[in-house]
């Protein structure tokens, strides 16, 4: 059973750039959530999507948006990069939406913005 | 709308003595907690998770937390520590029978194991 991936692992970007982050997730799960956390701070919450659909979001503007694809992988896009970008961004999988079901991390993308 | 309280940003301990990680939350509706750990450039592993029954909850490496509904909290202890448990430690919660889970996380303890 392959574990929640991303890519890429590490992503160099200027402000006023535009990024797209991927998460692959565990097999056999259809919820992704994606969490942005800056140096030194616990992990805050982006949005969610539950089979393709944005379910909840977090308090990030607009120019972060998502998709979740028929296979439940995901991406996080970002547009006009600012530096308060630069942060470790994790996608977390699940079975499903109810808070019982356990939420597994990926290792990461680690975004800077020069 | 819940929140996460870790008093403690770094913890600082020797090698085989006991500790304890606090965790205070807030909330008007019931909630799930869960204590999880991340290793230097690692993403987040779950280390215990408290849903429903009994307060005391354990974890196979020898971390255990209980969930006090009184005082709010879901503090971490272990009676031992080794090296290898050095990490960061973050606490975190979401809102029970809700149609999201969510997590919303404290900002973490660094746990310093020292030999």
């Known amino acids: 059973e392959t574990g929640v991936t991303q890519s890429p692992t590490h992503l160099i970007k200027t402000r006023g750039q535009q990024v797209t982050l991927r998460c692959s997730s565990q097999s056999g799960h259809n919820t992704v959530s994606w969490y942005q956390q800056a140096l030194g701070q616990g992990p805050q919450f982006i949005f969610q999507y539950y089979r393709e659909e944005e379910n909840g979001r977090g308090n990030f503007p607009p120019r972060f948006s998502g998709l979740q694809f028929p296979n439940y992988s995901s991406e996080l896009n970002v547009n006009a990069l600012e530096l308060d970008d630069s942060a470790l961004y994790l996608c977390?999988?699940?079975?499903?939406?109810?808070?019982?079901?356990?939420?597994?991390f990926g290792p990461g993308t680690r975004l800077t913005v020069t | 709308a819940q929140s996460v309280t870790q008093l403690d940003s770094q913890v600082p301990v020797f090698e085989e003595a006991p500790v304890e990680l606090r965790c205070n939350y807030s909330?008007?509706?019931?909630?799930?907690l869960f204590w999880y750990v991340q290793y230097p450039n690692q993403g987040l592993q779950l280390l215990l998770k408290y849903l429903s029954g009994s307060t005391l909850v354990e974890s196979i490496n020898g971390f255990e937390a209980e969930f006090n509904k009184s005082q709010t909290s879901f503090h971490l202890r272990k009676p031992s520590v080794h090296i290898s448990d050095t990490a960061e430690y973050f606490c975190?919660?979401?809102?029970?029978?809700?149609?999201?889970?969510?997590?919303?996380f404290g900002t973490g303890t660094l746990l310093a194991v020292q030999p």
């Open positions: 975190a919660v979401v809102r029970g029978g809700g149609a999201t889970n969510k997590l919303i």
């Open positions: 909330s008007s509706v019931s909630v799930y």
């Open positions: 977390a999988s699940s079975w499903g939406l109810a808070g019982e079901y356990e939420q597994y």
